[in-house]
């Protein structure tokens, strides 16, 4: 069964930069959706962005536009966030989750069509 593990989470000062790596056990045909959430203490779950595997069609939240890159790399197996000019409101547990959607379209950022979730990865913004 797919297994993914989020890494690259940590403390940064507002304005920096962190890169989150999601990496599978093995990509699957039937995941072909990868997206990324995050949770700040208090708050719902939220999408933060998602990308289509074959096509690479990304999608990004408001919040993160401009600023978050999602990419995959076939050769790792993995999927990565490259989080730039962080802000405090940032702040939170970062997951990876992968799912089964429909690539004519874009990728949902809404949790409820991801059924493989990692453990998660804490991220804080603060100086």
């Known amino acids: 069964q797919l297994q993914l593990q989020e890494s690259g989470g940590g403390l940064v000062q507002p304005g920096g930069s962190l890169r989150l790596a999601c990496t599978a056990s093995?990509?699957?045909?039937?995941?072909?959706?990868i997206g990324w959430f995050r949770q700040a203490p208090g708050k719902e779950r939220e999408g933060v962005s998602c990308?289509?595997?074959?096509?690479?069609?990304?999608v990004y939240g408001e919040p993160v536009k401009g600023r978050f890159t999602i990419t995959i790399d076939y050769a790792k197996s993995s999927v990565f966030l490259l989080m730039d000019n962080l802000k405090p409101e940032d702040t939170g547990v970062y997951y990876c989750a992968a799912g089964t959607i429909n690539v004519a379209e874009p990728c949902p950022l809404a949790s409820g069509n991801y059924d493989i979730w990692g453990q998660g990865t804490q991220v804080t913004v603060s100086s």
């Open positions: 093995r990509f699957t045909l039937r995941a072909n959706g």
């Open positions: 990308i289509s595997r074959l096509v690479d069609r990304s």
